[in-house]
């Protein structure tokens, strides 16, 4: 089975703390995503990676920087946190497939509070 | 611009009932769709996906759904309601790119 993990569930932090989100997946995979997600919003992608040290932005990086160093390891930075930043985050990864047909898989998510 | 609608945030259904979650997209490619559930506190778990195969997909946990093309529809079905099929479904769409899409998602209620 995929498993991507994220390095913690719950997050408490102040405004203007740096804060580092960690997701890891263990199936080599070449994509991986940031997501937020919010009630009513659904998900949003915040930023995509498709390989090692590569990376795109997605509908709303805006506040947030991301880096992969390592292929299975993905990382989403909050330079300065700010109040509206608190969210559930939620990782993903997926496989390149042709065409298109690539299944996300999904971690359990880490519930950020910014106060 | 691909979209997702997903009709009703809250859907409250008896146990043993009929249980229907309502998708429609939006797309200019014949794209690809997804439904996931989450359960409290918990990630995105794939229920099951068309990518144009058999337009009937079935799924886990005896969920299915129909892809009809003429109405842009793809809603996810499942005969008879239980308890622990209570958590929020969202609907998803993807063309060939690396993106997905996703509606805002619907709370399923299951009464006993």
């Known amino acids: 089975d995929v498993k991507v993990t994220q390095s913690s569930r719950y997050l408490v932090k102040r405004t203007g703390e740096k804060v580092f989100l960690e997701c890891v997946q263990d199936m080599d995979h070449e994509n991986m995503f940031w997501y937020r997600q919010d009630p009513g919003l659904g998900l949003r992608l915040i930023y995509f990676?498709?390989?090692?040290?590569?990376?795109e932005k997605g509908d709303i990086p805006e506040g947030y920087s991301v880096s992969r160093e390592k292929k299975e390891r993905f990382s989403l930075i909050l330079e300065s946190a700010s109040t509206n930043q608190t969210s559930m985050y939620l990782c993903a990864s997926s496989t390149y497939r042709q065409g298109g047909t690539d299944t996300q898989y999904f971690g359990p998510g880490t519930r950020l509070t910014v106060l | 611009a691909q979209s997702v609608t997903q009709l009703g945030s809250h859907v409250s259904v008896s146990e043993g009932a009929l249980v229907l979650l309502r998708c429609n997209y939006s797309s200019s490619v014949p794209p690809y769709l997804f439904w996931y559930v989450q359960y409290p506190n918990q990630g995105l778990q794939l229920l099951l996906k068309?990518?144009?195969?058999?337009?009937l997909v079935k799924g886990i946990n005896g969920f299915e759904a129909e892809f009809k093309k003429s109405e842009t529809s793809f809603h996810l079905t499942k005969p008879s309601a239980h308890m622990s099929d209570a958590a929020e479904y969202f609907c998803?769409?993807?063309?060939?790119?690396?993106?997905?899409?996703f509606g805002s998602g619907t709370r399923l209620l299951v009464r006993p």
């Open positions: 990676s498709y390989d090692v040290k590569m990376k």
């Open positions: 068309y990518t144009s195969a058999a337009t």
């Open positions: 998803a769409v993807k063309d060939s790119s690396y993106k997905l899409i």
